[in-house]
C-alpha cells in the first residue's frame, strides 16, 4: 500500500472515529446544554451561591455538588456545559470540579446496568467511589484556591478567561454589545419567556463558547480510538496493580459513558481481569477522556485540570485495590458474573441527535464568531 493511501485510510478511519463518538456524546450533550439552560433560568444565582459558591464553605459547597451530580445521567463530555454554567453562576472551583466529576462516572441508568450486569458489590461500590473521589478533588482545588474565591460575586470575569466561555448572565454583562449574545429574553418572569430564554443560552450561546474546544477534543478522541486496538485492552489487563495503572493510562483518554463503559468491564472481568482493575477502568473511563480534558484545560486553568486528573487516577487505583481486597475477604468470586448488555440507544437514533446537534454547533460558533466582531 501506498504511503498516500496509507495516510487517506488513517485519515477515514480517524473521520470515522471521531463521528461514532461525537454521535455516541451527541445525545447527552444535547441533555447536558438542556440542562445548563434549566440552570441558567431557574435556578437565582443566590441559590447557587448559598449551596455551591464560597459562601457555603470549603467543604460544604464541594459535598452539595457531588451529591448533586451523583444520580444525573450525563456523560464526561455532556456535563461540561452543566458544570461550566454552575461556575459562571458563582460555584466555587472545587465544587465546579466534584459535579465535572460525579455526574458522568455514575448516574441512574449506569448504576441500573451495573447491578444487571455485574453485581451488588460493584453496584454499591461504584457510587460510593464515585461520590468519594469528587470529594476528594473537590476538596483539594478549594483549599489551593479558596483564597481567590471571592463570596458573592461570579467568580469568572473577562480578566481570568478568554471572552468565548463568558455566558452573558445577568452577573456576567454583556460584553460584545449584540444582542445574540443575550437579551431581554433573561428577564422575562414568565414561564414560556424562560424556557425561549433558556433554549437560546443553552443551544446557541453555550454551544458557542465551547464548540470549538469540544470539535478539537473530539478529533483528538477519535485519533486515540483508531490507533489503540480494543483487544489491546483485554489482552494486558490481567489482573494486579500493574493492570490498574495501564487500565488507567487507557481509560483516561478515551471517550466512553458510564452506562457503555460497564458491558466491557463485565466482559473484562469475564476473561480473567480482577474486579479491582476493571473497576479502575469502570471509573476513570466515564470521569473523563480528551474532550474533557481538553475544555477543562482552556476554561478552568492547568492546575485545576492537574487536580482534576490526579485525583481520578490516585482515587481510581485506591478503589481498585480495595475492591479487590473486599472481594477476596467475602470469598465472592468474580469470574462468575456472566452475562452482557447490547447498547442502550441504538446508532441509529445517536446518529440522529448527532444530525441535530451538529448544525447547531455550527450555528453557535458562527453566532460567538459574529457577537465578538461587532
Aim: hydrophobic fraction near 50%; glycine fraction near 10%.
Amino acid at each position: 500500500m501506498s504511503v498516500v493511501a496509507s495516510i487517506a485510510e488513517a485519515l477515514s478511519g480517524i473521520l470515522i472515529e471521531s463521528w461514532h463518538i461525537f454521535a455516541e456524546a451527541a445525545p447527552y450533550l444535547l441533555l447536558g446544554f438542556g440542562i445548563a439552560g434549566l440552570l441558567h433560568v431557574f435556578v437565582p444565582d443566590d441559590k447557587v451561591m448559598q449551596y455551591l459558591g464560597s459562601s457555603a464553605g470549603k467543604f460544604r459547597s464541594v459535598l452539595n455538588a457531588s451529591i448533586l451530580g451523583v444520580p444525573l445521567p450525563l456523560c464526561s463530555c455532556g456535563v461540561v456545559p452543566a458544570a461550566l454554567s454552575l461556575r459562571n453562576r458563582g460555584a466555587t472551583k472545587g465544587a465546579t470540579l466534584s459535579f465535572l466529576i460525579s455526574t458522568p462516572q455514575t448516574g441512574v441508568d449506569s448504576i441500573a446496568i451495573t447491578y444487571a450486569l455485574l453485581d451488588p458489590i460493584m453496584t454499591v461500590f461504584r457510587p460510593v467511589a464515585t461520590f468519594a473521589t469528587a470529594v476528594v478533588a473537590g476538596v483539594t482545588e478549594n483549599i489551593l484556591n479558596f483564597s481567590k474565591e471571592v463570596p458573592g460575586k461570579v467568580p469568572l470575569s473577562k480578566s481570568s478567561v478568554p471572552l468565548a466561555v463568558l455566558p452573558m448572565t445577568s452577573a456576567t454583562p454583556d460584553a460584545c454589545g449584540c444582542d445574540s449574545c443575550g437579551g431581554p429574553e433573561k428577564e422575562s418572569g414568565n414561564f414560556v419567556g424562560k424556557v425561549r430564554a433558556g433554549i437560546k443560552y443553552a443551544y446557541i450561546e453555550l454551544l458557542g463558547d465551547i464548540g470549538f474546544w469540544l470539535i478539537i477534543g473530539v478529533v483528538i478522541a477519535g485519533i486515540i480510538s483508531y490507533f489503540v486496538p480494543a483487544n489491546m485492552v483485554g489482552s494486558y489487563l490481567g489482573g494486579g496493580i500493574g493492570s490498574m495503572l495501564l487500565a488507567l493510562v487507557v481509560g483516561i483518554p478515551l471517550y466512553i459513558c458510564a452506562t457503555a463503559s460497564t458491558p466491557l468491564a463485565a466482559v473484562l472481568i469475564l476473561k480473567g481481569m480482577s474486579p479491582g482493575a476493571a473497576f479502575v477502568f469502570l471509573l476513570a473511563g466515564p470521569a473523563t477522556n480528551a474532550a474533557t480534558i481538553t475544555m477543562v484545560l482552556k476554561f478552568l486553568g492547568k492546575r485545576t485540570t492537574a487536580v482534576y486528573l490526579a485525583s481520578i487516577a490516585l482515587c481510581a487505583v485506591i478503589s481498585g485495590l480495595v475492591l479487590d481486597q473486599i472481594y477476596s475477604s467475602l470469598g465472592t468470586d468474580a469470574l462468575s458474573i456472566a452475562g452482557s448488555a447490547s447498547e442502550i440507544m441504538p446508532d441509529e437514533v445517536k446518529n440522529v441527535f448527532a444530525v441535530l446537534l451538529l448544525p447547531l454547533l455550527v450555528y453557535g460558533m458562527y453566532s460567538r464568531i459574529k457577537c465578538v466582531e461587532n
